[in-house]
């Protein structure tokens, strides 16, 4: 939660009493709720596999927040090869698991916040140390969540992305947010 006051949201006229940092998604898209009875398929809080063919861990779209010195947070799935998860889940709890190289997989969260998807976008996922999500890095192009990624934002950007997880496109029909393109 942001340090700083709360916000008026122009949404529904309410002042909110903290400014969220951090949004998180609790399945990869690709998860249905049906794969539950799937004996080949299992969501955990941390990974996901669906029929044993398609392997997601979950990591943080980190962005420096440029005038305020802190950081907002996507919790998000990327997806890895099969070897990649397997290497994942097998150095899980080596304390040298930040040493390994970035394993590239795709974003496998859509993200409410952007008229452009994000579903699919090419990542780098770089393991921290035990007990730490892993960092997901955007491959630079001109999405405008890599260059969220790239550039930071502000708190009015993040006070917008509040207002529209909040109310949504399915929110109030008559919040000028409701009404953005895309």
């Known amino acids: 939660m942001s340090k700083e006051q709360g916000y008026v949201c122009r949404c529904c006229g309410e002042h909110h009493a903290e400014l969220p940092l951090a949004y998180g998604m609790e399945a990869p898209a690709y998860w249905s709720d049906e794969l539950a009875a799937d004996p080949l398929s299992a969501l955990e809080q941390e990974l996901c596999t669906i029929k044993s063919e398609s392997f997601f861990?979950?990591?943080?779209?980190?962005?420096p927040v440029v005038d305020t010195g802190e950081t907002f947070v996507w919790n998000v799935w990327t997806s890895l090869s099969k070897d990649n998860f397997a290497r994942t889940v097998e150095r899980w709890d080596d304390p040298a698991r930040e040493s390994q190289?970035?394993?590239?997989?795709?974003?496998?969260?859509?993200?409410?916040?952007?008229a452009e998807p994000t579903l699919n976008l090419k990542t780098n996922l770089h393991t921290r140390p035990v007990g730490h999500r892993p960092l997901i890095e955007l491959e630079p192009t001109g999405h405008p969540l890599a260059?969220?990624?790239?550039?930071?934002?502000?708190?009015?950007?993040?006070?917008?992305?509040?207002?529209?997880?909040?109310?949504?496109?399915?929110?109030?029909?008559?919040?000028?947010?409701?009404?953005?393109?895309?």
């Open 57 to 63: 861990i979950r990591g943080l779209i980190e962005i």
């Open 101 to 114: 190289p970035p394993y590239f997989g795709w974003l496998s969260s859509e993200l409410p916040a952007y």
């Open 147 to 182: 260059v969220e990624q790239r550039e930071g934002i502000t708190r009015a950007r993040v006070r917008e992305i509040a207002e529209l997880l909040l109310h949504g496109r399915a929110g109030q029909p008559d919040c000028p947010l409701s009404r953005r393109p895309g």
